[in-house]
Protein backbone atom coordinates (compact mmCIF):
# COMPACT_ATOMS: atom_id res chain seq x y z
CA UNK A 1 0.00 0.00 0.00
CA UNK A 2 1.77 3.49 -0.87
CA UNK A 3 -0.08 7.03 0.12
CA UNK A 4 0.65 10.36 -1.50
CA UNK A 5 -0.81 13.50 0.18
CA UNK A 6 -0.88 16.97 -1.41
CA UNK A 7 -2.89 19.94 -1.73
CA UNK A 8 -0.21 21.42 1.30
CA UNK A 9 0.93 25.01 0.76
CA UNK A 10 1.09 28.57 2.37
CA UNK A 11 -2.11 30.27 3.47
CA UNK A 12 -3.04 33.21 5.34
CA UNK A 13 -5.32 32.91 8.43
CA UNK A 14 -8.67 32.34 7.35
CA UNK A 15 -7.92 30.78 4.43
CA UNK A 16 -8.27 27.15 3.06
CA UNK A 17 -6.81 24.28 1.95
CA UNK A 18 -7.72 20.87 0.71
CA UNK A 19 -5.60 18.01 1.28
CA UNK A 20 -6.07 14.87 -1.21
CA UNK A 21 -3.86 11.50 -0.24
CA UNK A 22 -4.18 8.81 -3.22
CA UNK A 23 -3.98 5.59 -1.92
CA UNK A 24 -2.87 2.35 -4.11
CA UNK A 25 -3.91 -1.09 -3.39
CA UNK A 26 -7.26 -2.83 -4.54
CA UNK A 27 -8.57 -2.97 -0.77
CA UNK A 28 -8.79 0.53 -0.97
CA UNK A 29 -12.87 0.28 0.03
CA UNK A 30 -12.52 -1.83 3.24
CA UNK A 31 -9.82 0.58 4.80
CA UNK A 32 -10.68 3.22 6.91
CA UNK A 33 -8.72 6.10 6.35
CA UNK A 34 -7.17 9.02 9.11
CA UNK A 35 -5.81 12.35 8.77
CA UNK A 36 -3.01 13.55 11.28
CA UNK A 37 -0.32 16.27 11.98
CA UNK A 38 2.80 17.02 13.32
CA UNK A 39 4.03 20.59 14.57
CA UNK A 40 7.63 21.30 14.59
CA UNK A 41 8.71 19.62 17.93
CA UNK A 42 5.75 18.33 18.67
CA UNK A 43 4.56 15.52 18.90
CA UNK A 44 2.23 13.68 15.83
CA UNK A 45 -1.36 14.09 16.45
CA UNK A 46 -5.04 12.80 15.26
CA UNK A 47 -7.31 15.50 13.24
CA UNK A 48 -9.82 13.23 11.57
CA UNK A 49 -10.82 9.95 10.58
CA UNK A 50 -13.38 7.88 8.55
CA UNK A 51 -14.72 4.42 8.02
CA UNK A 52 -15.05 2.48 4.47
CA UNK A 53 -18.44 3.52 4.02
CA UNK A 54 -18.03 6.98 5.47
CA UNK A 55 -20.67 5.87 8.07
CA UNK A 56 -18.07 6.89 11.06
CA UNK A 57 -16.19 10.14 11.21
CA UNK A 58 -14.75 11.58 14.30
CA UNK A 59 -12.53 15.07 14.73
CA UNK A 60 -10.06 16.01 17.13
CA UNK A 61 -11.64 19.22 19.23
CA UNK A 62 -9.30 21.71 16.87
CA UNK A 63 -10.83 20.00 13.97
CA UNK A 64 -14.40 20.64 14.53
CA UNK A 65 -16.55 22.45 12.76
CA UNK A 66 -13.84 23.82 10.55
CA UNK A 67 -12.24 20.54 8.42
CA UNK A 68 -14.49 18.35 6.82
CA UNK A 69 -12.33 14.91 5.93
CA UNK A 70 -14.34 13.06 2.84
CA UNK A 71 -13.22 10.02 0.68
CA UNK A 72 -14.23 8.75 -2.91
CA UNK A 73 -13.73 4.84 -2.97
CA UNK A 74 -13.94 5.33 -7.04
CA UNK A 75 -10.84 7.22 -6.99
CA UNK A 76 -8.83 5.63 -4.21
CA UNK A 77 -8.49 9.16 -2.40
CA UNK A 78 -9.49 10.65 0.91
CA UNK A 79 -9.77 14.45 1.57
CA UNK A 80 -9.36 16.94 4.16
CA UNK A 81 -11.07 20.52 4.08
CA UNK A 82 -9.79 23.21 5.89
CA UNK A 83 -11.06 26.04 6.60
CA UNK A 84 -11.08 29.05 8.86
CA UNK A 85 -7.66 28.10 9.11
CA UNK A 86 -5.25 29.22 11.67
CA UNK A 87 -1.56 29.97 12.32
CA UNK A 88 -1.56 26.76 14.98
CA UNK A 89 -2.97 24.70 12.34
CA UNK A 90 1.07 24.65 10.81
CA UNK A 91 2.13 21.51 10.57
CA UNK A 92 3.19 18.41 8.61
CA UNK A 93 -0.37 16.61 7.48
CA UNK A 94 -0.32 13.18 6.92
CA UNK A 95 -2.67 10.91 6.06
CA UNK A 96 -2.86 7.02 7.05
CA UNK A 97 -4.10 3.60 5.98
CA UNK A 98 -5.99 1.43 9.22
CA UNK A 99 -6.74 -1.64 7.66
CA UNK A 100 -8.99 -3.02 10.64
CA UNK A 101 -11.40 -0.03 9.10
CA UNK A 102 -11.93 0.90 13.14
CA UNK A 103 -10.69 4.16 11.87
CA UNK A 104 -9.73 5.60 15.24
CA UNK A 105 -8.20 8.48 16.99
CA UNK A 106 -4.94 6.12 18.01
CA UNK A 107 -1.48 6.26 15.53
CA UNK A 108 -1.07 2.65 16.55
CA UNK A 109 -4.11 1.52 14.92
CA UNK A 110 -2.46 3.13 11.44
CA UNK A 111 -0.52 0.75 9.39
CA UNK A 112 0.63 2.74 6.34
CA UNK A 113 1.58 6.30 6.08
CA UNK A 114 2.16 8.79 3.36
CA UNK A 115 4.96 10.90 3.58
CA UNK A 116 3.50 14.27 4.71
CA UNK A 117 2.10 17.58 3.01
CA UNK A 118 3.47 21.19 4.62
CA UNK A 119 0.43 23.41 5.75
CA UNK A 120 1.91 26.80 7.08
CA UNK A 121 -0.55 29.23 7.77
CA UNK A 122 0.57 32.95 8.49
CA UNK A 123 -0.94 35.62 10.90
Known amino acids: VQLQASGGGLVQAGGSLRLSCAVSGRTFSSYAMGWFRQAPGKEREFVAA????????IYADSAKGRFTISRDNAKNTVYLQMNSLKPEDTAVYYC?????????????????WGQGTLVTVSS
Open 50 to 57: ITWSGGKI
Open 96 to 112: AVDRSGSGTQVRRTYDY
